[in-house]
Structure formats: structure tokens, C-alpha cells
């Protein structure tokens, strides 16, 4: 019974231990592709502020 307990133990650590250095790995080449994409949503904001303040200017002009 106890080499079955141990042959489980030593399974678990074998498993966990592939597991975390498997994980790891393809985290490093999705960062850069991520960046762009952050990139383009600053720039959202951005147009949104242009348009709302195109908008104001032009209801002042109104008055």
C-alpha cells in the first residue's frame, strides 16, 4: 500500500511539474501580438474625444 501511495505522490509531482513548465512557454510569443491591439484601443478614446469636441464647437457656433 505504500508503494502505491508513493508511485501517486511521485506522479502528482511529475504531472505539476510538466504542467508549470509547459504553461510558461507560450505566454512569451502572445505578448507582442497583444500590444497592437492595445494600441488601437488608446487610440479610440481618442477619436471619440475629436468627434465630441467637433460636436461642441458646433452647437456653440449654433447659439
Known amino acids: 500500500m ?3 501511495i508513493a508511485a501517486l505522490v511521485a506522479g502528482l509531482f511529475a504531472t505539476a ?3 508549470a513548465s ?3 512557454a507560450p505566454a ?3 505578448t507582442p ?8 484601443d488608446a ?3 481618442k477619436a471619440k474625444k475629436v468627434k ?3 460636436k461642441a464647437k458646433k452647437a456653440a457656433a449654433a447659439k
Open 2 to 4: 505504500k508503494k502505491l
Open 28 to 30: 512569451t510569443p502572445a
Open 17 to 19: 511539474a510538466f504542467a
Open 52 to 54: 465630441k469636441a467637433k
Open 33 to 40: 501580438a497583444a500590444t497592437p491591439a492595445a494600441a488601437a
Open 43 to 45: 487610440s479610440a478614446p
Open 22 to 24: 509547459h504553461a510558461a
